[in-house]
């Protein structure tokens, strides 16, 4: 998945400097198709984004145990607290 334009929030900056992660690390795994704990749904809502050209979701977990959500379509990519 090319990332395009990057924007992340700033809560979701937060949580990860808290957590002792760098943002790198989960722009890395969505670049590569890691899409994280993502269940049968969210992979299906996933391939039929890719198909259609629109937002791709990668679900991840922190250390500290907060979610984050990072959602691209190739064009830029957020990086947010759900």
Request: contains cysteine.
């Amino acid at each position: 998945m090319t990332l395009g334009e990057v924007i992340v929030h700033g809560e979701a900056e937060l949580a990860i400097q808290q957590a002792g992660q760098t943002i790198q690390e989960f722009l890395d795994r969505f670049e590569a198709d890691d899409l994280g704990d993502i269940d049968a749904e969210t992979r299906q809502f996933n391939q039929d984004s890719r198909r259609d050209g629109e937002d791709v979701l990668g679900c991840y977990e922190l250390c500290s145990g907060l979610p984050l959500w990072i959602i691209g379509d190739g064009e830029s990519t957020e990086v947010i607290l759900p």
